[in-house]
């Protein structure tokens, strides 16, 4: 797959592979799962999204981003794709939550969270990375 190439591409991922996941609301998002060289040098979430930025269309950048110490594998040696976790908040945004601070910027979040279905949305969120996925 080419998102799973353009990720590998990066010096510190070892291995990774990309699923698209359906969230709590029936939303569908892409989301990378990544194994780095290793545990001291693992790439940061911004890292990841710039690499991917410069390669792929935007539609193509995962949402979020789960590390793993290795891939799970069926007993065949083969990957395990139901074995994936799913991301928690915290990775699913890759950054800390910055609410609304103005009136109209209260109004566009409260848009965004009915559009997308999603619990929050803060002022520096962006569309296609909180699962604003076109499908």
Not at 9 to 16: L, Q, T
Not at 35 to 43: G, T
């Amino acid at each position: 797959m080419k998102i799973e190439s353009a990720l590998r591409e990066h010096g510190k991922v070892r291995e990774a592979v990309v699923a698209v996941r359906e969230g709590d609301t029936g939303q569908k998002q892409l989301v990378g799962y990544v194994v780095s060289q290793s545990r001291e040098e693992a790439p940061s979430i911004e890292e990841l999204r710039s690499q991917l930025q410069g390669r792929l269309p935007e539609y193509m950048v995962p949402a979020a981003y789960v590390f793993l110490a290795e891939l799970p594998l069926t007993p065949n040696g083969k990957l395990d794709r139901k074995a994936l976790p799913a991301p928690s908040e915290e990775q699913d945004r890759g950054r800390n939550y910055i609410g609304p601070r103005t009136p109209t910027e209260e109004i566009l979040c409260g848009i965004w969270t009915k559009v997308l279905g999603v619990e929050r949305i803060g002022v520096e969120d962006n569309f296609f990375n909180s699962a604003g996925i076109p499908y």
